[in-house]
């Protein structure tokens, strides 16, 4: 059978959801611009933020350094913050501050500097205080870099305290304490309309399928996210059916998902479609689930 490819994790969508959820009892000081693009050529921002009242501080850990315009760099769980990284923005908060229409129209002094990474960027640390900047613990997970032309902070975002930084520290695919996936999930129960919640839930559930499976009960709010995971893994189960012969369990799931689509008034042809079979594989449990429910 041929391997069904992968379903690529979508990062920094939900990094962006997530630190809207972090920063979102302040939300109405703010704007955000996702991946803000610093001119027609194929260079961006990860995300922007912008105060609206620049002399109105943020009380948010991750926010009490911003300024007027605030840059931030994000790195996915699998990659690591780098050297590179950290030039390659310090560039990016020139350009944006000189790629404007007047001269001097943002300053220096409105600008802010965030890198958001999950493993301890031990190498760039390294790198700056051999360069002679002086890089300050601010609290857990956050580090001021001093000394240079904007204010820095790097954020280590699996080290952010849990009680402050829920949604952030977790946002990774190296979820391995059941009390943690207790704790999202209803963390999530009540927030399970808003999309910014259901952005983060959906990409840590596909990134820590087998932790989340083990507690999904916990929660009714994840049975809806959990319910694509689940018809994809039934898919997957039908075809080996199919071709190896349907075992009972197999069996079972096919039928109740002919029977849902049944429900849903659809066509014999657009079930085998969608289950990725032969008609005539399915026909005889169509058949037989349409003749029960006359």
Known sequence: MEE????????????????????EEEAEQLIFENEHMLSTKPMQIDVLIIKKDADRSIQKNIGQMFRKYNLIEYKSPDDSLSVN?????????????????????????????????FKYPRELIRHLQDKGYAVEKKEEGIYYVQGVEFPVQ?????????????????????????????????????????????????????????????????????KELFKEELEERWNDGVKVGISQG??????????????KKIQKQKTLQQIAE????????IRPIYNRIKKAMV
């Open 85 to 117: 990284d950290f030039y390659k923005v310090l560039g990016y908060a020139c350009f944006f501050m000189a790629d404007t229409p007047h001269v001097k129209e943002i300053c220096s002094e409105e600008i802010t500097i965030s890198y958001v990474c």
């Open 154 to 222: 790097i954020i280590v975002n699996s080290k952010l305290p849990e009680e402050k930084n829920l949604w952030l520290k977790n946002l990774s695919n190296k979820i391995s304490e059941t009390e943690v996936v207790e704790q999202l999930a209803r963390a999530y129960e009540d927030k399970k309309d808003n999309e910014l919640y259901s952005s983060v839930m959906d990409v840590l559930i596909r990134a820590n399928k087998e932790k989340f499976s083990e507690v999904k009960a916990v929660c009714e709010a994840l």
């Open 246 to 259: 349907v075992s009972q369990g197999v069996l079972q799931g096919l039928e109740v998902l002919v029977r």
């Open 274 to 281: 969608e289950l990725e079979a032969e008609v005539e594989e």
């Open 4 to 23: 069904r490819p992968k379903k690529l994790l979508q990062w920094h969508p939900a990094f962006y959801a997530g630190i809207r959820i972090e920063l």
